[in-house]
């Protein structure tokens, strides 16, 4: 049960955010460094998130399978990029059974290589092609500096991994991974992403080109919240993954990789959130609705409770809680399942039974605001329709935010003052030196190069050379 007041949003927005994920019951530290325990709360809130990405996948022709969390140091030191990349993250097995073994193991910081061997198994046709697979599971990368949800040891993702007979069949398959990411961010999580390609020095290790959804948080900070990448041939060459195709010839085949992780979490927390606790999208919230029952004495709650049964009943549809807690006051009730950011409230109290009426109140707008009395007739209808504003209420603000807090400076001296404190669009040359010393001057990095251009050209914001491309600059998590 919460109790203490978090710090405000305002005051220390990373301060915030870790005592709210840990007041609102989602995760909590482990005994070991860097790892989180995901709290039931946390873990339903992954479980819809899940739900609807595996719908999403399942409807684009990928099936789901497990592949395992070990995978020999060999295997990572076949492909040149992907190994240099995830060296300094990897967490290494030496022994086994009491016994040093004869090749280290490494505890799995992402699949492709793994998924790479079986491949080459398993195809040997065209006839094989393409080959669509997700995985769901956790993964560990050493990380040094940790948070919970954004940047743990141990984390919880989808990783997608297909093989295809051709370049553009491969291609085509990693921008549709990135509009399914766009739709979901955007209409599951209310969270506003602005798909794009990554930079060449920050794409993934072993990548041709990797795509991302990047998503302003509350203080402004980017979070990349979920990846795409075009492989091209390179690890089916690293593990000699072949067809023969229609002509009887062998032909390598083209690969992507793609995943969303328990990031996202955090992603829903510091886009949505308030001083007062988490505000959670009706649509991937473990509860959309509490209902609080009001009473002072037996007579009120025998009057009281059969018009919370029925009610309940009635929006059985709809995942909800009555909070039948005792020696609790309706207040601190209120302000618990603020805390936990439930979407909707409704309140009955024996003046709403004599009456035929509830009290709604939405999260989204706390007191006055978002509160409402209207009559049990129809209720059902009523809630949908107010859960559907809501979902709508809570994505519109975001996307207000960001573009409040999105310039295009006219200089770089503005584009210094502008990543401050929120995100510079401005053109870029697509020289890395001109990156890099951005990066070193002002901590912001490349985000991603959208999708959707601007016509026509410009200047490099640093070098003032010609440009034919638009980035966004920003500061991250």
């Given amino acids: 049960m919460a109790s203490e007041k978090i710090t405000p949003r305002s005051e220390n927005f990373s301060d915030w955010y870790n005592q709210l994920v840990i007041a609102a019951e989602l995760a909590d530290y482990a005994p070991v460094r860097g790892c989180m325990v995901v709290r039931p709360y946390g873990w339903a809130l992954w479980e819809n998130l899940q739900a609807a990405l595996d719908q999403r996948f399942k409807a684009t022709g990928h099936v789901n399978a497990a592949f395992p969390l070990f995978i020999p140091m060999s295997f990572l030191e076949k492909e040149k990029e992907h190994i240099e990349g995830f060296s300094p993250e990897l967490a290494v097995v030496?022994?086994?059974?009491?016994?040093?073994?004869e090749e280290p193991w490494v505890v799995r910081p992402t699949s492709e290589t793994i998924i790479g061997y079986m491949y080459a198994k398993w195809i040997e046709s065209y006839r094989d092609l393409p080959v669509l697979i997700n995985q769901w599971g956790n993964v560990v990368r050493w990380e040094m500096r940790t948070k919970l949800f954004l940047r743990t040891l141990e984390f919880y993702w989808q990783e997608g991994h297909t093989a295809h007979a051709t370049q553009e069949e491969a291609e085509e398959e990693t921008l549709r991974m990135l509009d399914v990411y766009t739709d979901f961010a955007i209409n599951e999580a209310a969270v506003p992403v602005i798909p794009g390609r990554k930079s060449e020095s920050e794409k993934f290790s072993g990548a041709v080109d990797s795509y991302t959804i990047e998503a302003m948080m509350g203080d402004t900070r980017a979070l990349q919240a979920g990846t795409s990448h075009?492989?091209?041939?390179?690890?089916?060459?690293?593990?000699?993954?072949?067809?023969?195709?229609?002509?009887?010839?062998?032909?390598?085949?083209?690969?992507?990789?793609?995943?969303?992780?328990?990031?996202?979490?955090?992603?829903?927390?510091?886009?949505?959130?308030?001083?007062?606790?988490?505000?959670?999208?009706?649509?991937?919230?473990?509860?959309?609705?509490?209902?609080?029952?009001?009473?002072?004495?037996?007579?009120?709650?025998?009057?009281?409770?059969?018009?919370?049964e029925k009610i309940q009943a009635e929006l059985g549809?709809?995942?909800?809680?009555?909070?039948?807690?005792?020696?609790?006051?309706?207040?601190?009730?209120?302000?618990?399942?603020?805390?936990?950011?439930?979407?909707?409230?409704?309140?009955?109290?024996?003046?709403?039974?004599?009456?035929?009426?509830?009290?709604?109140?939405?999260?989204?707008?706390?007191?006055?605001?978002?509160?409402?009395?209207?009559?049990?007739?129809?209720?059902?209808?009523?809630?949908s329709d107010l859960l559907t504003t809501i979902q709508s209420s809570l994505y519109d603000k975001a996307i207000s935010f960001r573009e409040n807090h999105t310039h295009e400076p006219g200089t770089y001296a503005e584009l210094k003052e502008i990543v401050s404190h929120g995100w510079a669009y401005?053109?870029?040359?697509?020289?890395?030196?001109?990156?890099?010393?951005?990066?070193?001057?002002?901590?912001?990095?490349?985000?991603?190069?959208?999708?959707?251009?601007?016509?026509?050209?410009?200047?490099?914001i640093y070098c003032l050379e010609a440009a034919a491309e638009k980035v966004y600059f920003a500061r991250a998590y």
């Fill in 94 to 101: 030496t022994i086994g059974g009491g016994q040093v073994l």
């Fill in 230 to 308: 075009f492989l091209g041939q390179n690890f089916a060459k690293a593990f000699e993954i072949q067809y023969l195709d229609q002509h009887n010839q062998l032909q390598h085949v083209w690969t992507t990789s793609w995943g969303l992780s328990t990031r996202f979490i955090g992603a829903i927390i510091m886009t949505h959130g308030d001083d007062q606790g988490l505000i959670l999208p009706p649509r991937v919230a473990p509860i959309q609705i509490v209902i609080v029952p009001i009473y002072r004495n037996d007579d009120e709650k025998s009057s009281v409770l059969p018009v919370v």
């Fill in 317 to 383: 549809d709809f995942r909800s809680k009555v909070d039948d807690r005792q020696g609790i006051t309706p207040g601190f009730k209120f302000n618990d399942w603020e805390l936990r950011g439930v979407p909707l409230r409704i309140e009955i109290g024996p003046k709403d039974v004599a009456k035929g009426t509830v009290a709604l109140a939405r999260r989204d707008f706390p007191g006055k605001e978002g509160r409402s009395f209207v009559s049990q007739q129809n209720l059902y209808s009523r809630v």
């Fill in 426 to 460: 401005t053109w870029w040359c697509g020289n890395p030196e001109c990156e890099q010393k951005i990066k070193e001057e002002t901590k912001a990095t490349i985000r991603c190069i959208p999708m959707k251009q601007s016509d026509g050209e410009g200047s490099c």
